[in-house]
């Protein structure tokens, strides 16, 4: 016998089906003053300006009036999380390294890591200025930087640098290519080229290459003295390794290595090839001693 099922308490009741209803949404009317239209009575809307940046040249710079009270303001400025107000400190920095660098040397190095900083930025125009403001400040402190105060920034600047000219960006890295050959320019070559020894074998094949260009071109304003100071064995084997590198702009620039090194070593000397015959037999692999001799040859 069937038994009847009891309803249950906690069940919600059935009602009959009924159309559901929609659900009303208030809109928000528009006046037609502001859907674009002229309203005398009301001043119209200002235009959202998008940010630009300035590239100033160095020789378009300006001293900085009053600079004894400016410098106070200039780390405030590079600590700034606004990068359009980095990029106007770092404008300001480049002014005080080029019209006011004494007032700059006690915050040196403080704005060396800055540029690091800014260099690893992703924005463009940031990378940019940073780049811009290394050069000067290269041209206005040369070998101070490499003080034991700026030392390790000179370091972290230099790679960046080297990096930032191995980019695919083509504004970014002829703006680090200039400021590389502003380094070579203004700082002497032998404690720049004990820097940039290490990048001839940077796993980064534009980094080499780049690294390779600076290096020939301090090795160029070298004479054999300061060759020896370095180590002549080691410039030719320097310039013998990158012979091989795979860019042709690193092979470019370890020939231009090796025509350095050999007009010093054999200026005064009347056996050109015999002599340098002996002194890469005397130092070098024979692979490495019949590449230089070939190459030196066809000169």
């Given at each position: 016998m069937a038994m009847a099922?009891?309803?249950i308490d906690n069940a919600l009741p059935t009602t009959p089906d009924r159309p559901i209803k929609p659900t009303k949404v208030a809109v928000p009317t528009q006046k037609k003053s502001d859907l674009g239209l002229n309203d005398e009575n009301k001043a119209p809307l200002p235009v959202a300006a998008e940010a630009t940046i300035d590239y100033i040249s160095s020789e378009n710079l300006k001293p900085i009036s009053d600079p004894d009270s400016n410098i106070q303001s200039l780390i405030g400025g590079l600590d700034s999380k606004d990068w359009i107000k980095v990029c106007e400190s770092l404008n300001n920095a480049r002014r005080f390294a080029l019209f006011h660098s004494d007032l700059l040397v006690p915050t040196l190095e403080k704005v060396m890591v800055v540029l690091v900083k800014s260099m690893k930025n992703p924005r463009s125009a940031l990378i940019k200025t940073s780049i811009m403001a290394s050069a000067d400040i290269f041209n206005a402190f040369g070998d101070r930087l490499l003080d034991s105060t700026t030392s390790d920034a000179f370091d972290q600047l230099l790679l960046q640098l080297l990096l930032k000219a191995s980019q695919d960006k083509r504004f970014v890295c002829e703006e680090a290519d200039k400021a590389l050959i502003t380094m070579v320019k203004s700082l002497t070559p032998l404690p720049l080229l004990n820097r940039l020894k290490a990048y001839v074998t940077h796993a980064h094949l534009k980094v080499r290459a780049k690294a390779a260009i600076s290096i020939s071109t301090c090795v160029s304003k070298m004479g054999l003295e300061g060759m020896k100071d370095y180590g002549l064995?080691?410039?030719v084997k320097m310039g013998a390794d990158s012979l091989n590198d795979r860019l042709p702009e690193a092979r470019e620039a370890a020939r231009s290595i090796m025509t350095s090194v050999y007009n010093a070593y054999t200026e005064n000397?009347?056996?050109?090839?015999?002599v340098w015959l002996s002194f890469c037999e005397l130092?070098?692999?024979?692979?490495?001693?019949?590449?230089?001799?070939k190459f030196t040859s066809s000169q």
């Open positions: 099922l009891r309803p064995v080691a410039l000397e009347e056996e050109k090839q015999e130092n070098l692999t024979p692979i490495h001693a019949h590449a230089m001799v």
